[in-house]
């Protein structure tokens, strides 16, 4: 596990976005495409609009295909569902076509929404085993991540899969990546930052004694690919150096 830690925002978001072009790139290389994650929430927001600026030729976009790690069980024109947010931050500005996106169909029942996401990452991965090249995360103050929230069935999920969850502190479901769907990707990076995550991180990264239930970040620990934590110095204050 990598852990970067950075003084100002621009500095973590510039070298997120090199981050993710320099996967990219080798994806491409290797395979003529790169499949990438994105998170929700607002934390991606200023990293997106990077990468739809300064890294706009920097890759040819026209080999990246867009997934989600999690949606919420929203209408796509909602202010909540992340696909708007991604279609507004960074795949309208790269000009992303449709066919290259992946979004979660919210106008199913979550249950079915989240099989009929499955199905869509089988098909394009061919059957084979889904490794995704880049999956991006982010962490609630609550250690979530994706939408494996604590006290969800999802923490004890340990199917290679997309699910429905119900999540009862905001009394709704989400559909979400199990944390073995994300365990098997070639990298896993996580943005967080802000004094309000302190508390959390220091729990996911500092605990000897893990405790998923509560922490359910602390699940995510890639089989074969590399985590990369994308930090600042207020989301770190609370770790032992
Ligand atoms: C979502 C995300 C979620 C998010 C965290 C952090 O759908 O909300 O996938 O896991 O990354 O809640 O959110 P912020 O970046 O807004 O703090």
Redesign the pocket.
């Known amino acids: 596990m990598n852990l970067l830690i950075y003084k100002t925002l621009e500095e973590l978001n510039q070298d997120l976005a090199d981050y993710v072009i320099k996967i990219a790139e080798m994806s491409i290389e290797e395979n003529d495409r790169f499949n990438f994650v994105l998170?929700?929430?607002?934390?991606?927001k200023a990293l997106y609009h990077f990468l739809a600026t300064e890294g706009q030729h920097r890759i040819d976009w026209e080999k990246v295909y867009f997934f989600?790690?999690?949606?919420?069980n929203v209408p796509a024109n909602d202010d909540?569902y992340?696909g708007l947010m991604a279609r507004k931050t960074i795949l309208d500005p790269l000009g992303i076509k449709e066919d290259h996106i992946f979004y979660v169909n919210t106008t199913l029942a979550p249950e079915k929404a989240a099989i009929e996401y499955k199905k869509a990452i089988d098909k394009h991965f061919n059957g084979e085993d889904i490794v995704f090249d880049l999956i991006l995360?982010?962490?609630?103050?609550d250690a979530?991540?994706?939408?494996?929230f604590p006290h969800t069935t999802l923490v004890k999920d340990e199917e290679v899969n997309v699910a429905a969850v119900y999540v009862e502190k905001l009394d709704t479901y989400?559909i979400?990546f199990t944390a073995p769907l994300i365990n098997k990707a070639d990298n896993v990076a996580f943005?967080?930052f802000?004094e309000?995550?302190a508390e959390a991180l220091k729990h996911v990264i500092g605990d000897t004694e893990k405790n998923v239930d509560l922490y359910p970040s602390q699940l995510i620990d890639p089989i074969d690919g590399k985590l990369t934590w994308f930090t600042d110095d207020k989301a770190v204050a609370l770790l032992d150096s």
């Open positions: 998170t929700g929430g607002s934390s991606p989600f790690g999690d949606e919420r909540n992340n995360l982010g962490m609630g103050d979530h991540t994706a939408s494996i989400r979400s943005l967080v802000g309000n995550k």
